[in-house]
């Protein structure tokens, strides 16, 4: 994996950490309302993996969110 790459991933992954427990989800609730495994959505938050579009649209809608929170944060490369 780039370098580049595994610093979004890990960006991204903290960030969608913090607004899950931000609206109160642990993450078995929220691997559950998402119907997607524990294990996947802890490897999404330690930035393992590249989880695609619709992963990250299923879980904004599972915390109520629009998609654009989740993709908003900042990153420097």
């Known amino acids: 994996m780039k370098n580049e790459q595994a610093k979004f991933l ?4 903290e960030h969608l950490r913090l607004t899950r427990k931000k609206h109160g989800f642990s993450q078995e609730q929220l691997a559950h309302e998402c119907e997607i495994e524990l294990r996947q959505l802890g490897r999404i938050e330690r930035g393992e993996i590249n ?3 619709y992963s990250i649209a299923i879980i904004s809608s599972a915390l109520k969110i629009d998609i654009k929170e989740l993709l908003n944060f900042e990153i420097d490369f």
């Open 10 to 13: 890990k960006a991204f992954g």
């Open 51 to 53: 989880t695609g579009i």
